[in-house]
């Protein structure tokens, strides 16, 4: 069938450097896979957990290594995958601050790894220890061979480039498939236990998560492919089908060898001798062989990504040191071959093969690895909830798998190794505030990923939130406050009011009002004056969330806020309005025809009249209530308890002075201090005062008489009154300080 056009442009576009298929993707991790420690360490961990260890150990390197490996083959589908692999997918997905972080420590356990494979292809020619001390008098040393043997290999990476690479993995995958057929093939020895036993394992034996630590680096293959990405005609095809086939065939054989270890070996044996294989096998010689080709392959597979890995980290400037990153991302030829970092790729890797021993390096791998295959988990996990419509990926894994392996990656590091598990988390967290605080490194990338989460977090919680019938109960009720208000920047206590509100309990939208039509002109000034109001709130009010509106007028503007949602997804279920005392007649107007319009859509109203004391030294609020006014009581009581609860009013008490007739007097007492403690409000029955009053008995003299001093003084109203009494109602009491009148839409219950 013909190719769509669109298709065959795709797959040309995504074509890069030697335009590699799916093979050599397979070939590179099952190359690496089925590598060195498959053959020098299976038979020590059989040895020192049983079969069932063994079996337990692989199962749990595949936790890890499977979710990586779906991580990976989803994210490479997303978007064209060029050169750097695992390095490229990290930073186009988090960005080059935290994809630099990760794509070195990356790249350390890929240079080490090179290390790590020429030190066990020495191991292949111990049984030939006797006859060169026997010919030479020398003692065998296997840096004899690895040092040559990486030397050589980096300098064949160099001169002849990928081409003689992935030929040798063809040429390798061959010799080791004729190995463990071999194996498979041979007769279990003649001191092996007669059938096979899940837990027998020698005396004195190393500890589980040693043992995994030393063999964990089998595990990590798998992604040995996806560093070629540079060099694939069609990565978002080849990168998932490689690497999810190379890791489930690997899984089969490495619990087909270990079961196979089981059954022909005693744990005696299998620990006595790192090449027990050699033993069992149809031909023993070729375990050597086999080993030989395996870490060859291991190690081709390291030097052909590591040092494109590195190459594309310097690409992306990450660091302000542009001659060191013009030396390493400089290729040769038209492949672009890495050379320079190729050569310091060498350096690291001749550096550690000096150390000369294979477990010590494997658990320096282990750790870094770790590292990066949890971030990989991590961000598939993250772009699962952070649903951006950039995020289109052609293959899909599952969330949970995504965070199993991000967690099961954190645990196995501090099970493996504590201190090294802390010091690799430090390292990461200096290295990432290093590469942001470095002029070339780009925005917070890390933020910018768990900022999309939040957004569709909150999205998930509102769609939830808006289909919850809330009742006005103490259990479920809580103020969802709305503010519209032209005068934002010219006084400080309406926002101030609101953050103390919202703090804790309350949830808070701040509208600042722009008069005007939306036009062009008016869209551009609002969005510099929602800079100023952002950097206002963040004084301020915190806890508030903040806008713009444009409107004609303050009551279209009103009428438009009123009908929207709260910020949290709640219907809002007050508002609040404010006026100074010093304002011109126009502002109680206004205010007063807000409340009006407000208490049409059922809500509670609050109107604040402040003062030029702005809440004094927040130390005394007074609640005056009235034998006609219980209606807005338990809301009065609830607002006063909301800004104790606030650090700014932390010192506060609250007074309830009621003021009712003689007849009257000892039952509401009896009421209020019944509220109080069925709604556990922290009001001592001292801090009560009940006034009998009479037709004799001035009420405003009555407030004036003890709240002059007070910081807060709230006051009930009814809309009734209010339009009766027009804007006169509000200013009523002229000597007391700041004044919080409150109109509740409905009697709330405190329990």
């Not at 009420?699 to 006169?728: N, Y």
Request: aromatic share 10%.
């Amino acid at each position: 069938m013909k190719q769509p056009a669109t298709a065959a442009a795709g797959t040309q576009q995504e074509a890069g450097g030697h335009g590699f298929g799916t093979a050599p993707v397979f070939l590179a991790g099952i190359s690496t896979i089925l590598g060195a420690v498959l053959f020098l360490r299976f038979g020590y961990a059989v040895a020192n957990v049983g079969l069932l260890g063994a079996v337990l150990i692989i199962l749990i390197g595949h936790a890890v290594t499977i979710p990586t490996a779906l991580a990976i083959s989803e994210i490479a589908t997303n978007r064209r995958v060029e050169g750097g692999g695992e390095y490229f997918i990290i930073s186009r997905s988090f960005g080059t601050t935290i994809g630099a972080t990760i794509g070195i420590a990356l790249y350390l356990s890929q240079a080490i790894s090179v290390a790590f494979y020429s030190i066990a292809f020495a191991e292949a020619f111990q049984p030939l220890g006797p006859w060169f001390e026997g010919f030479t008098g020398l003692v065998f040393d296997p840096r004899m061979v690895s040092l040559p043997f990486v030397v050589l290999l980096l300098t064949l990476m160099i001169v002849r480039g990928a081409d003689a690479g992935v030929l040798g993995l063809y040429l390798i995958a061959a010799v080791l498939a004729a190995s463990l057929l071999l194996f498979f093939l041979g007769s279990p020895l003649e001191e092996a236990p007669p059938g096979i036993s899940l837990l027998s394992k020698v005396a004195d034996a190393d500890g589980f998560f040693i043992v995994f630590a030393i063999v964990f680096p089998a595990f990590t293959g798998m992604t040995a492919g996806v560093g070629l990405s540079g060099d694939l005609a069609n990565p978002r095809k080849s990168i998932p089908l490689g690497t999810l086939s190379a890791t489930l065939a690997g899984m089969v054989v490495y619990v087909l060898v270990v079961a196979k270890l089981a059954a022909s070996a005693s744990p005696e044996a299998m620990a006595s001798d790192q090449l027990i294989m050699g033993q069992i096998a149809l031909w023993g010689p070729i375990i050597p062989i086999g080993l030989a080709c395996a870490t060859i392959s291991s190690a081709v597979g390291s030097v052909l990504v590591a040092p494109r890995t590195l190459q594309a980290i310097a690409n992306d400037r990450v660091v302000r040191w542009q001659s060191i990153t013009d030396f390493l991302g400089h290729g040769t030829g038209s492949a672009n071959e890495p050379r320079n970092a190729t050569v310091v790729t060498g350096v690291i890797a001749v550096a550690f093969v000096a150390a000369g021993n294979v477990d010590f390096v494997a658990r320096i791998i282990s750790m870094f690895f770790m590292v990066t295959y949890g971030s990989l988990c991590a961000i598939s996990f993250l772009e699962h909830f952070a649903a951006r419509p950039s995020y289109r990926p052609t293959f899909h894994s599952r969330w949970y798998l995504s965070l199993l392996g991000a967690v099961g990656c954190l645990l196995l590091m501090f099970q493996m190794d504590p201190l090294f598990a802390l010091l690799a988390i430090i390292a990461i967290a200096l290295l990432y505030r290093f590469i942001r605080a470095s002029r070339s490194a780009g925005g917070d990338d890390l933020g910018a990923i768990f900022r999309a989460v939040m957004v569709q977090a909150t999205r998930q919680l509102q769609l939830g939130l808006q289909g919850i019938e809330t009742e006005s109960t103490a259990d479920q009720w809580r103020p969802s406050i709305i503010m519209v208000d032209g005068r934002t920047f010219d006084r400080a206590s309406p926002l101030k009011l609101m953050a103390w509100l919202c703090d804790r309990h309350a949830v808070g939208t701040y509208l600042h009002f722009i008069p005007g039509f939306l036009g062009l002109e008016s869209y551009r000034e609002s969005k510099k004056t929602m800079k100023r109001l952002v950097k206002l709130a963040h004084d301020r009010a915190g806890g508030v969330f903040v806008d713009t509106i444009i409107s004609p007028s303050m009551s279209s503007a009103l009428a438009q806020s009123l009908q929207v949602p709260g910020v949290s997804g709640m219907e809002n279920n007050m508002v609040l309005f404010e006026f100074s005392r010093h304002d011109p007649p126009e502002v109680l107007k206004e205010v007063h025809d807000g409340s009006l319009f407000a208490a049409a859509t059922e809500m509670d109203i609050m109107v604040l009249r402040h003062s030029d004391v702005y809440f004094g030294n927040r130390e005394r609020i007074h609640i005056w209530l009235t034998w006609h006014d219980y209606k807005n009581a338990s809301l009065m009581i609830l607002l006063a308890y909301i800004l104790i609860g606030h650090p700014d009013w932390s010192d506060a008490e609250i007074e309830i002075l009621v003021a009712a007739p003689e007849e009257r007097a000892a039952g509401e007492e009896a009421k209020i201090e019944e509220t109080l403690a069925t709604g556990r409000i922290p009001v001592s029955s001292r801090n009560v005062r009940i006034f009998p009053t009479d037709a004799n008995v001035d009420f405003s003299q009555l407030v004036a008489e003890h709240s002059t001093t007070a910081d807060l003084v709230i006051l009930g109203f009814t809309m009734p009154r209010l339009s009766s009494k027009g804007v006169e109602l509000l200013q009523r009491h002229p000597e007391l300080n700041d004044v919080l009148f409150v109109c509740a839409e409905a009697r709330l219950t405190i329990d």
